[in-house]
């Protein structure tokens, strides 16, 4: 339809598609030798948005079944920014999380964070799905 043509944004799970170009005018029809598409994995992929809080709490979401807050602190581990979390009564449910994180089946994701406890408490990391199923 043009002379040119942008593909969509690829994922890994595109890898090793074929594709093909068909040109033609009045006088013929010219198809292409198939091309591979290879994608390679970033090293430097962030799936993560404002990860070091150096935008300040956005998109960052604060969830406890106690009483409590998040704000952004400083003495950060990468960055000058670090998330803070201020629990001011016991809940068991205390979530720090982002919504539209898309990850893809068989795929290894690397996740890394330092944390620290004035009051020397435990911290548990897990992933869950934002959704029904979770």
Not at 35 to 45: G, K, Q, R, Y
């Amino acid at each position: 339809t043009g002379p040119s043509y942008t593909t969509p944004a690829t994922i890994l799970s595109d890898n090793g598609s074929t594709y093909r170009v068909i040109v033609s005018n009045a006088a013929d029809i010219i198809m292409s030798n198939a091309a591979t598409l290879t994608v390679n994995p970033s090293t430097s992929i962030g799936l993560i948005m404002n990860p070091g809080f150096e935008s300040g709490t956005t998109p960052w979401l604060f969830y406890t079944s106690g009483a409590g807050s998040f704000t952004v602190g400083h003495y950060g581990y990468v960055g000058i920014n670090a998330a803070k979390l201020t629990l001011n009564s016991g809940g068991g449910n205390i979530q720090l999380f982002q919504t539209g994180v898309a990850l893809e089946a068989n795929t290894r994701y690397r996740l890394s964070f330092a944390a620290y406890s004035t009051a020397g408490h435990d911290v548990t990391v897990r992933l869950f799905k934002h959704g029904s199923p979770y």
